[in-house]
């Protein structure tokens, strides 16, 4: 009995020394996100800072394209003690299972996601001479012309289409998905009044709605956004209450990791992300904060997984 006390001792004091220890090497940050996104902005300002505060580099890995699969196989692939992180958005994590009969992943098993990092919010997007001036006008009309309005994105399954399928949902409406090869040409559409609507975040949209050429009608957040103040929330405007799209970034950690390095590893992101700097390039992103506790993340994955599940249960989308 005492040996097994004294063996259970040393494996813990063992595995806090390793957390105090950690990094002993520098460490790499996978992303799937292409140089110069918003999401792999945030994840280099954080780099840099764990660079300062661990005393080790800590570098950036740009590993784009392949719906996220090349980041994720070179991380699959990589160290497994923690030296090595990815950055994951909610795509992967929640909508992918559903939308792929076969991943080259398993979210669950593959992967443990530490913290969120930020969330962005969509705005319904429309032209500046658009006559819907609330989302009450826009669902009004789309009640009165079944399947006539027509909104877009950039593909199957991203955010803006799973989120407008919600929405058509949430009120009983049907409008046509029209899908473009670029986000720029998506909201150019807008501007010039070829779509009636798309929601679009302020990393996508926002350099047209600052030249003017297209206003952001309502947010779909719980509260109007720092940022952008005078932006109506959904349920400000007359649309569906309590309803959120948006996207939203993680880093995580490789599997089996042991509990006292991803507990360091998690609460140095954190103390980065609270540092005033970061705060401000939020806003200059258009980033809202998103804190939880590990195991407040867990269940916004799982919930919102189950939210993507039944709207492409319903509008049977898939992706192979």
Do not use: C
Request: avoid cysteine.
């Amino acid at each position: 009995m005492l040996k097994r006390i004294l063996t259970t001792l040393t494996l813990g004091l063992a595995l806090s020394a390793g957390a105090q220890t950690f990094p002993t090497k520098p460490v790499r940050i996978i992303t799937p996100f292409p140089v110069g996104s918003g999401p792999e902005g945030v994840a280099r300002l954080i780099a840099d800072k764990l660079s300062k505060s661990w005393g080790q580099p800590v570098t950036v890995e740009n590993r784009p394209g392949g719906n996220g699969f090349i980041a994720i196989d070179a991380f699959k692939r990589g160290a497994t003690d923690g030296h090595e992180l990815l950055q994951l958005d909610n795509v992967h994590l929640t909508a992918y299972p559903h939308l792929f009969k076969k991943l080259p992943y398993d979210p669950v098993k593959d992967f443990e996601p530490l913290t969120p990092l930020f969330k962005a919010f969509f705005f319904t997007t429309v032209a500046v001479n658009s006559k819907y001036q609330t989302m009450a006008d826009l669902i009004a009309d789309a009640k009165a012309h079944p399947g006539k309005l027509n909104y877009g994105s950039w593909s199957v399954g991203n955010p803006v289409h799973l989120g407008t399928a919600r929405l058509e949902i949430a009120t009983g409406t049907d409008m046509q998905h029209v899908i473009f090869k670029e986000t720029s040409q998506l909201y150019t559409s807008v501007a010039t009044g070829d779509l009636s609507f798309a929601l679009g975040s302020n990393a996508t949209a926002g350099a047209l709605q600052r030249a003017g050429r297209i206003r952001f009608l309502a947010v779909a957040a719980p509260k109007r956004l720092t940022a952008f103040p005078d932006v109506p929330t959904f349920a400000e405007s007359g649309g569906p209450k309590d309803f959120e799209v948006s996207g939203w970034t993680t880093l995580a950690a490789p599997p089996g990791l042991p509990k006292a390095v991803a507990d360091k590893i998690q609460r140095d992101i954190e103390k980065a992300l609270a540092e005033p700097d970061m705060r401000e390039k939020f806003l200059s992103f258009g980033y809202e904060p998103f804190t939880a506790t590990r195991e407040q993340f867990a269940q916004h994955i799982k919930a919102e997984s189950s939210r993507f599940a039944q709207v492409i249960q319903k509008t049977k989308a898939a992706l192979d």
